[in-house]
């Protein structure tokens, strides 16, 4: 009982920092992305400002919402006894679905994870708000978003793979 009460004694003195790396993490992916985006505007010779990337990247960002919700959905009405490789491999309208996980390699998770309806829905919305700063047409401007922002994608779901080979997660 007191090794009990003093993991949650330091998890409550200690639990803001949970908040900090959120927080964190969501900074650096927002600068990523929008650095990615920025490059890529200087290559194609486009004159477009950080902040207007940035307000795009960010309003982008509530497509992760969706999966979020639809998670809580899932495990709070419809799945509610489930385990924890349930709600860790819960991955809605992706390609891991397809698949039987229990058969696969773990270095393969990630990458069928991550190719998903969302990532589609997320770079059809990146491409609305590149259409509006650079002030081209929709055609345009998803000709534009995909090859820059999927490259960011595929440099991400590499580099993570690697990871996970190397550190054998």
Known sequence: MDRISEILSFRKKWGFVNYIIVLVTMAVKLILVCSWILCGTIIAGYKVKL????????????VWLLP??????????INTTY??????????????NLFD??????WLIFPLKSLNLFEVIYILVLALGIKKIMKKDYDSA?????????SALVVWILFVTFLSINLGT
């Open 51 to 62: 902040a207007s990337i940035f307000k795009i990247v960010l309003l982008a960002e509530f």
């Open 68 to 77: 979020s919700i639809i998670l809580i959905f899932w495990f709070g009405l």
């Open 83 to 96: 385990t924890l490789n349930d709600v860790q491999y819960f991955a809605p309208l992706s390609l891991l």
């Open 101 to 106: 996980k229990a058969h696969l390699d773990s």
């Open 142 to 150: 998803l000709k534009f978003t995909l090859p820059v922002y999927g």
